[in-house]
């Protein structure tokens, strides 16, 4: 079994995933990409190499179950052993409830929930196998704590992850694994761009106005970058946090109390 720090992060071809896989990075992690977007993946990768980076990748669909186990075997193949498991890929959907549509609600809660739930029992069976115990990181928002209007179904799967997060902590702390959550705000990556376009067809509103609507109501006075998240994933991955399990909290620069 390898002696080097492993993180492996789901949906890290960009945005919030790529930025936590360059914070741990920087902490001393070898760090698994995976993402469905090969083309992305490959940039990032050569990114990353280019910054002596010590990293592997997988093309994989999380809400595969065979491709989340998959994605752990390549990963204790490549380095030995894994260390923090980052359930990150997620897809958004824009819609009043009357429009939501049975395709469109099945594809959320399989990536969004199945997708966390075959990660949590693909990391836990192999940190379970190694003996050493490990860390279970899934991403919730701050829709998993209070519901957004036009976001309902988004919502419901947050919420779903608080659930299995609380839960996967109570049945994997014998193993010393901790499972956290963490819930970010509004970032400027391209999953809120898509929204603030749906926002645009539901609403009436220009493009702009629904990101800027949602931003001016944060106490911080700015929408949060994908550094923000990843510094406090940082925490979540390292020995500080080791006995912190089952929360899922919120880095939103202030919007959600709770």
């Known amino acids: 079994m390898g002696t080097k720090r492993v993180a492996v992060i789901t949906g890290s071809g960009q945005g919030i995933g790529k930025g936590i896989a360059q ?65 990150n890929a997620g897809i958004e959907q824009v819609a009043p409830i009357a429009n939501i549509k ?19 029992q693909a990391a836990a069976a192999q940190m379970q196998k190694q003996g050493t115990g490990g860390k279970i990181i899934n991403a919730c928002s701050i829709a998993g704590h209070q519901a957004f209007t036009m976001l309902a179904a988004y919502s419901a799967t947050k919420f779903a992850v608080r659930a299995f997060t609380q839960a996967a902590a109570q049945e994997y702390a014998k193993d010393k694994i901790t499972c956290n959550a963490y819930c970010p705000g ?25 990101f800027e609507k949602f931003a001016e109501g944060i106490a911080l006075g700015r929408t949060q970058e994908p550094a923000d998240v990843a510094n406090f994933v940082s925490y979540l991955a390292s020995p500080d946090s080791d006995y912190m399990t089952g929360q899922s909290v919120m880095i939103d620069g202030g919007i959600v109390y709770n």
Do not use: C
């Open 23 to 87: 914070r741990l990075a920087k902490d001393g992690f070898a760090v698994v990409l995976s993402d469905r977007d090969e083309k992305v993946l490959q940039a990032t990768v050569q990114e990353f190499k280019s910054q002596n980076i010590e990293v592997a990748s997988f093309i994989g669909d999380v809400s595969r179950q065979e491709d989340q186990t998959a994605l752990v075997q390549a990963a204790v193949d490549h380095f030995g052993s894994i260390n923090v498991f980052i359930n």
């Open 102 to 120: 049975p395709a469109e609600l099945e594809k959320l809660f399989q990536v969004n929930v199945f997708g966390v739930v075959y990660g949590i």
């Open 186 to 210: 509004i970032v400027g990556t391209g999953m809120w761009e898509r929204i603030d376009a749906g926002m645009v067809e539901y609403m009436g509103l220009k493009k702009g106005e629904a």
